[in-house]
């Protein structure tokens, strides 16, 4: 322990509570009393108090107590006094235990260390305990197992410091041997390990690749990885540290984990960030498909990429037919631009999304064309000195055509489309040149344009051309205006108005020419015109006449000319011409064409009078005498059935009918058809008072067929009855027209239906092919009632079938109501549907209503409104859908009302004007939409309140960008 004369301290420390020992000093946090070493005695503690005493025994290198620490201390061991015994002396103490231990052996792992103890006093069994620091001094924790008399290294102590504590069995106190180290790694020791890279981002459904490297004294690169985080099952990393992200993974964050093969008590960690969709099956249909831009031979789209759907490229495809569309590139961009197109063709395109699953759903169709080709055989057809009409063909793919014209190549400024292959320009200079060329229009835009063609205008033609005979002569003086402009003039002569014209007098260089030689009682008609310095000629005037005096006054022929493409001759006896006319005629408004053989006649001929009652026309010779005529002129029969009767026999192509109602009347069901003449029949009435046309029987009034226009105008009501089964007006053919005026009506029809699967459409106007044209009026108080099972009721007021348009400009729709116990009911108002179209512009929809009933089934109601269905067009752009109807009531199941203003399904309907409120929705179980509401392939569209004019809707569009709730 100590040797003689070292003057080393020995102290005891620690006592039970309550007890005292003499001379105790504190060393941090322990009760110490000093003992001194003197010889071979030594100093006796005393100790108080009863009980069993713990004391621990120390030594100390310093002679000075008051400078005693514990780092100066070794600890030696517990002393256990019990009762009774009062004192210990330091030579008792220090006989406890002694000698000492070494280590021999190197510090190396996987080497053994030899516990070796020397002149250990005391006896008993000897026992022994290894323990290791990071520090040589102090700071020894036992080694778990390590208790012989000899230790192999671990190698997880690389680095540390090793030593032995020996105790023997019976004594109190333990040595411990010098520190032997640091231990040193054997071969193939593994010291650490270190992940890369630490931190990544892989995208879901994505992989990445993570490297380990171990070191130490010649380690094994080998590691084992895991993932240690909560993941997907599907979320793996293989045995070479490549890491699968699931598509599904629902984890942000993963740890990943490399564990030394060799030595699994070194690891490290990487952290990675999960983004990137969550999905598990392929994309669904890309949305949002449009055109961004279009050329002759390209066309350029762009799409909405699918959400959480892990898209990684796209297939797009194209094809001159829906059926014929092909694949022809794999985009990875939600954009791509075909090439290699014809100019001027429609284009299917679609676009279908891939992931790791494969290809979802192809998007809707989008219908493109590119821009048409420039137009071919651009000319000048005509032109004056004023205006200059150019033609040209058609370009393919073109809707429209966009005229341009300029002073020059350079200046051409574009004019106003126009859908016809002719442009006329009007107040152009004379003597000018002009540049014309002219490019197709279709929906992608405007395409190319055509070769220039240039024309110069002519010289302007003479004013105030006058004729008169000069007295006592056979000379008619004809003078005009002189033009500065012209270098010469040419003169032309007939005897008749209209044709048989021959220049005279050859060159004429001033403003007047005699002619002489002229037969008395002949009268002469004469034109003019002024010839350029470049010896082109311009326009010829209009004529002129003049009559060398005679005594002739007669009226020789009165005519109405063209009346129903032909001549209607009046009956000249004496004084008076008598005249008899057809019914269809407006006797208030004839123009007669009337020749004579005076020189004056008042009124002129082609002056339009009101023969109603009987006129004067007064004829005056050359020489001034005067001879009066009275004209009568007799309607056949002025009633509606007789015109439309004598129609049936005379119409003409190309003519215009206008006939006045003048009273009431009642007509059986007829069809307007000419053999597919061009024939346009107006009805209007006589005065502001309202004359009615009703049906009598059952069918329709009037069914408008191929090539006839029918106009309904001021004041005329077409009126239907209670026990009708058909429309009231139907229109079936394509080049059919019917067209409904300011205060005109169709009203008070009902088509009236049963039977089992069976279908009414259209209550007042039925439109199958051809066009149907709302500029005023009112169609209201229609009708379909439908009995029966599994039936359908389709347009209470109007009726657009797979050919038909209707166009409303103004007017009202209101009133009309579809009532049936057999299922459906679609569109109040107006149903279109089957490639049929409808444009609201201005006018009011109105208090109309869809009701369906059934007891047994599941009535559906359809667009109090109007419907739209499946491939039908409804485009609104103006005018009002308000306080509509769509009801259903159901007895035994259930009953649905969709869209009280308008109801579309798989048809398309775009409002950019006008206003949608105040409608409603009336069902027991299922109502939606009481403004509008939409079912486009699965997904739902609605208004529910309204949609003001504020509001615009697109069933192409879904959510907010359709301006859907």
């Known amino acids: 322990m100590a040797t003689q004369g070292d003057q080393t301290i020995y102290g005891l420390a620690s006592q039970p509570s309550g007890s005292s020992i003499e001379g105790v000093q504190v060393v941090k946090g322990s009760a110490l009393i000093p003992l001194w070493a003197e010889g071979n005695g030594g100093a006796a503690v005393s100790f108080t108090g009863s009980g069993e005493y713990e004391l621990a025994l120390y030594v100390f290198t310093s002679s000075k107590t008051d400078e005693l620490s514990e780092a100066q201390a070794v600890y030696l061991g517990i002393v256990t006094f019990t009762k009774g015994n009062a004192s210990i002396t330091l030579e008792a103490l220090s006989a406890l235990l002694s000698g000492t231990v070494t280590v021999s052996g190197t510090a190396q792992a996987g080497v053994q260390l030899q516990a070796v103890t020397a002149s250990l006093g005391g006896s008993g069994a000897i026992s022994y305990q290894w323990q290791y620091s990071s520090t040589q001094a102090s700071g020894f924790v036992d080694i778990p197992g390590a208790a012989s008399v000899t230790y192999t290294v671990s190698e997880s102590y690389t680095g540390k410091y090793i030593r032995v504590v020996v105790s023997r069995a019976g004594n109190t106190g333990e040595l411990a041997s010098a520190a032997a180290g640091p231990v040193i790694a054997a071969a193939g020791t593994v010291t650490g390990i270190s992940v890369s890279p630490k931190t990544v981002t892989v995208t879901r459904g994505k992989q990445t690749d993570f490297n380990a490297t171990v070191t130490g004294v010649d380690p094994s690169q080998a590691v084992n990885w895991s993932i240690t985080t909560a993941h997907n099952a599907n979320t793996t990393i293989n045995s070479e540290g490549l890491l699968t992200v699931a598509s599904n993974e629902a984890a942000d964050t993963l740890s990943i984990q490399a564990v030394s093969a060799a030595n699994n008590a070194f690891s490290d960690t990487a952290t990675v960030t999960v983004t990137g969709d969550s999905f598990t099956t392929v994309p669904p249909a890309p949305t949002g498909l449009t055109k961004t831009s279009a050329a002759a031979n390209a066309i350029s789209v762009s799409w909405t990429r699918p959400v959480n759907a892990g898209v990684e490229s796209y297939d797009v495809y194209i094809g001159e037919t829906n059926a014929g569309k092909t694949m022809v590139g794999s985009p990875t961009a939600e954009s791509y631009t075909f090439t290699g197109l014809s100019a001027g063709t429609t284009y299917f395109i679609s676009v279908l999304a891939r992931n790791m699953y494969g290809a979802g759903a192809h998007s809707t169709t989008l219908e493109v064309p590119t821009l048409p080709p420039a137009p071919g055989g651009l000319t000048v057809s005509s032109y004056t000195s004023s205006e200059v009409v150019i033609a040209w063909n058609a370009s393919a793919g073109a809707l429209s055509y966009k005229p341009y014209k300029g002073t020059s190549e350079g200046t051409l400024a574009a004019g106003t489309t126009t859908a016809g292959f002719t442009t006329t320009y009007y107040g152009l200079t004379p003597e000018t040149t002009y540049y014309f060329a002219v490019a197709g229009v279709n929906e992608s835009g405007e395409g190319a344009r055509t070769a220039v063609v240039s024309v110069k205008t002519k010289i302007e033609t003479p004013t105030g051309l006058t004729a008169a005979p000069l007295t006592g002569t056979q000379t008619i003086q004809v003078s005009w205006n002189h033009l500065t402009s012209a270098a010469s003039y040419k003169l032309y002569r007939s005897t008749e108005e209209t044709s048989g014209y021959a220049q005279i007098g050859g060159t004429i260089a001033s403003a007047s020419y005699n002619d002489t030689g002229r037969v008395t009682g002949t009268r002469y008609y004469y034109k003019v015109s002024a010839v350029a310095s470049d010896s082109r000629e311009g326009e010829i005037s209009d004529p002129v006449s003049a009559m060398i005096s005679s005594t002739t006054k007669a009226i020789t022929s009165f005519k109405f000319k063209n009346f129903a493409a032909q001549d209607i001759t009046g009956n000249i006896s004496g004084a008076s011409i008598t005249v008899t006319v057809p019914s269809i005629v407006n006797i208030t408004e004839l123009v007669p064409t009337i020749e004579h053989n005076g020189a004056s006649l008042n009124p002129a001929s082609g002056t339009a009078q009101d023969f109603s009652t009987s006129r004067t026309y007064i004829v005056t010779a050359g020489d001034g005498s005067q001879q009066t005529y ?24 190309g003519a215009d009918y206008s006939i006045v109602v003048r009273r009431a009347e009642s007509l059986a069901p007829r069809t307007l058809s000419y053999d597919g003449k061009a024939v346009h029949i107006t009805l209007t009435g006589a005065g502001n008072t309202e004359r009615v046309i009703s049906l009598s029987g059952n069918g329709s009034l009037f069914e408008v067929k191929a090539g006839v226009t029918l106009s309904v105008h001021e004041y005329v009501t077409l009126q239907g009855h209670a026990s009708n089964t058909a429309p009231l007006i139907a229109v079936t053919s394509g080049s059919a027209i019917l067209g409904l005026g300011a205060n005109a009506k169709i009203s008070g029809n009902t088509y009236n239906k049963s039977g089992d699967n ?27 009632a439908f009995s029966g099972s599994y039936g359908e009721g389709r347009g209470a007021g109007v009726y657009a079938g797979s050919g038909g348009h209707v166009e409303m400009q103004s007017g009202t729709i209101n009133g009309n109501t579809i009532t049936t116990s057999a299922f459906m009911a679609y569109g109040g108002g107006v149903c279109v549907e089957g490639g049929g179209t409808f444009l609201l512009q201005a006018g009011t929809i109105s208090g109309n209503a869809a009701k369906a009933t059934a007891m047994a089934s599941r009535p559906y109601a359809y667009g109090g409104g109007v419907y739209v269905g499946s491939s039908a067009v409804f485009t609104m752009s103006g005018g009002t ?43 027991d179980n299922n109502e939606l939409g009481a403004a509008v509401y939409a079912l486009i392939g699965s997904t739902t569209l609605k208004r529910e309140a309204n949609a003001g004019v504020s509001v615009n809707l697109d069933t192409t569009k879904t959510g907010s960008a359709g301006g859907w709730e």
């Open 630 to 653: 009275t004209v009568t002129v007799t309607v056949t029969d002025d009633s509606l059935a007789s015109a439309l009767t004598w129609l049936d026999s005379n119409a003409k192509s």
């Open 758 to 784: 069976a279908a009414a459409a259209g209550g007042g106007v039925y439109v199958d092919a051809g066009s149907f044209y709302l500029y005023g009026g009112t169609l209201s108080g229609n009708r379909i």
């Open 881 to 923: 859908i308000t306080t509509n109807t769509v009801y259903a009531y159901a007895g035994l199941a259930q009953d649905y009302a969709y869209g009280g203003g308008a109801a579309v399904k798989n048809g398309t309907f775009t409002k950019s004007g006008g206003s949608i409120t105040e409608n409603t929705c009336d069902a």
